[in-house]
């Protein structure tokens, strides 16, 4: 069965500073892996996917994400950490027969002037 | 940008009465989900429907739910009976493709959830 763990329920970092949010998967077959992300009061967006191609992703707004087969992860990058990027980033694996989203606990990232 | 909407933002209930909550997908989206948000928890996925019917549905989705395509636009989600514990945010998405080749590449477009209040 499919699964995702987000090691971290809240990252705290500078406006400017690099953002690391981190998430293992756990999977029987080759993954789909996405990084969705939910500012308040809005509903979740897509930031970037990872689907069998490049193992570096680029998704909007600066964020990567990088798969990694033999360590099972996939976290999300961010140079360098805005205001607007203070938000809950969800680490998703597609599961099921029928393609519906395993979604992990979340990471609520803050973000200091 | 086409978008996903969800009708009404906030829906306030009393414990045993139906609730409808409205989706209106993707207009060339074939695929179309319910996830649920309790607070403090995870989004759990609940039904996904292809075709006018159920593709697949978790065991949350009990006799109490119905989903339903009801024309060309809306897929609508049922609580029959509405508990406590069904107070979430709702949320709907849709895929232009679920199956086949594309499968496992086909990324679901979320709505902005509606909050259902259980009293």
């Known amino acids: 069965a499919q699964s995702v763990t987000q090691l971290d329920s809240h990252v705290s970092v500078s406006e400017g500073t690099p953002v690391l949010l981190r998430c293992n998967y756990s999977?029987?077959?080759?993954?789909?892996l996405f990084w969705y992300v939910q500012h308040p009061n809005k509903g979740l967006q897509l930031l970037l996917k990872?689907?069998?191609?490049?193992?570096l992703v680029k998704g909007i707004n600066g964020f990567e994400a990088e798969f990694k087969k033999s360590e099972t992860s996939f976290h999300l990058t961010k140079p360098s950490a805005h205001m607007s990027d203070a938000a809950e980033y969800f680490c998703v694996v597609r599961g099921g027969s029928q393609g519906n989203l395993i979604f992990g606990k979340g990471t609520k990232l803050s973000v200091k002037p | 940008e086409p978008e996903v909407t969800q009708t009404p933002s906030h829906q306030v209930t009393q414990m045993g009465q139906e609730v409808i909550l409205r989706c209106v997908p993707i207009?060339?989206?074939?695929?179309f989900y319910w996830y649920r948000q309790i607070l403090g928890q995870k989004v759990e996925f609940l039904v996904s429907?292809?075709?006018?019917?159920?593709?697949?549905k978790s065991e949350i989705f009990d006799d109490q739910f119905s989903v339903e395509r009801p024309d060309g636009s809306n897929f609508t989600l049922k609580i029959r009976s509405t508990k406590l514990e069904d107070s979430a945010m709702y949320f709907c998405?849709?895929?232009?493709?679920?199956?086949?080749?594309?499968?496992?590449?086909?990324?679901?477009?979320f709505g902005p959830g509606t909050r259902l209040t259980v009293l």
């Open positions: 207009s060339n989206h074939l695929y």
């Open positions: 998405a849709s895929s232009a493709d679920g199956l086949g080749g594309r499968a496992r590449t086909d990324t679901q477009y």
């Open positions: 429907f292809y075709n006018n019917e159920i593709s697949e």
């Open positions: 990872y689907t069998s191609a490049a193992t």
């Open positions: 999977s029987s077959y080759s993954p789909s």
